[in-house]
């Protein structure tokens, strides 16, 4: 089925504006309802199984990264070598595993065509290295075919003006 993704208090915001303050499954059922007969909001297609699992592998790095810097942090900070040796294994284990997960992405993206491509282009672009380029494949398919006004906005780097009576923002 077609999947379109709403903030909620934007669908909240409009049940108000209809009058209805009420909140109830059957009237939230009716409101979304009326809200897709009216507003039309945009079909998102549906990520396909390989895309997820390549943002899973994405997500699993940047959490590994995350915790190597955190042994990083404590091995600067202890001086006894039984704590010293610990992280340092802690350390070594995780940038195997860092670099296990980075075969695996090349891996996935090399063998679909289309993001072999992408990848291929955004490496081009000087300041892209690997990681941007895999982190742009696999978090922003609609790179290539939306504007860069349209892509700007939704990777939240276009500010929306904020502006009401004499406060502008």
Not at 59 to 80: C, D, G, I, W, Y
Not at 99 to 115: F, G, M, V, Y
Not at 118 to 143: C, H, I, Y
């Amino acid at each position: 089925l077609p999947v379109v993704v709403v903030n909620p208090r934007q669908i909240r915001d409009f049940a108000k504006a209809l009058g209805i303050l009420a909140k109830t499954d059957a009237i939230d059922a009716r409101v979304l309802a009326r809200f897709g007969e009216l507003i039309q909001p945009e079909i998102r297609p549906i990520p396909a199984e390989n895309a997820r699992h390549l943002q899973e592998l994405l997500t699993r790095r940047s959490q590994l990264v995350q915790m190597k810097t955190a042994e990083n942090n404590r091995l600067a900070t202890v001086s006894a070598k039984p704590v010293r040796k610990s992280i340092e294994k802690v350390i070594s284990l995780l940038e195997r595993q860092i670099d296990e997960l980075d075969r695996e992405l090349d891996e996935r993206i090399k063998a679909c065509p289309a993001w072999k491509e992408k990848e291929e282009l955004l490496l081009s672009v000087p300041g892209v290295g690997p990681q941007t380029a895999r982190t742009l494949v696999a978090e922003l398919p609609e790179l290539g075919q939306c504007s860069r006004q349209r892509i700007g906005a939704l990777v939240g780097l276009a500010p929306f003006n904020c502006d009401s009576g004499t406060m502008r923002g």
